[in-house]
């Protein structure tokens, strides 16, 4: 088992110092590509892109009082996207009533891949 426990803590810390150079590389990619007209750059293979995305967030008060019944909350006990989406879909919120209750959050995602 101790070998087990070791491996698992190397493996976390390895997962620890690649998520802090990707990182570090995302930012660089994301500064280099704002910089080009297009938001993308090639480079030999590899091809990078800026993806921009919108994304809702919900105030968590001002949706509970659009909700048409309170026990509705248990279904959401938190403001979720793809939850209230799905009530909109399902015809029980409108987008009406949700006007007021969100912001739009813009989002840069970086695609990259080898062309």
């Known amino acids: 088992m101790e070998e087990t426990l070791r491996k698992y803590y190397e493996l976390k810390q390895q997962q620890k110092q690649i998520e802090q ?22 480079s030999g293979d590899y091809q990078a892109k800026i993806v921009i995305q919108e994304r809702r967030e919900y105030d968590d008060a001002r949706l509970y009082d659009v909700l048409p019944e309170t026990d509705m909350w248990r279904l959401l006990s938190k403001s979720d996207a793809s939850k209230v989406a799905s009530l909109v879909k399902l015809d029980i919120l409108s987008e009406e009533k949700l006007r007021g209750t969100f912001t739009n959050k813009t989002i840069q995602t970086l695609q990259v891949k080898r062309v």
């Open 21 to 42: 150079e990707l990182e570090t590389l995302r930012n660089v990619i994301i500064a280099y590509c704002n910089g080009n007209p297009a938001g993308e750059v090639q």
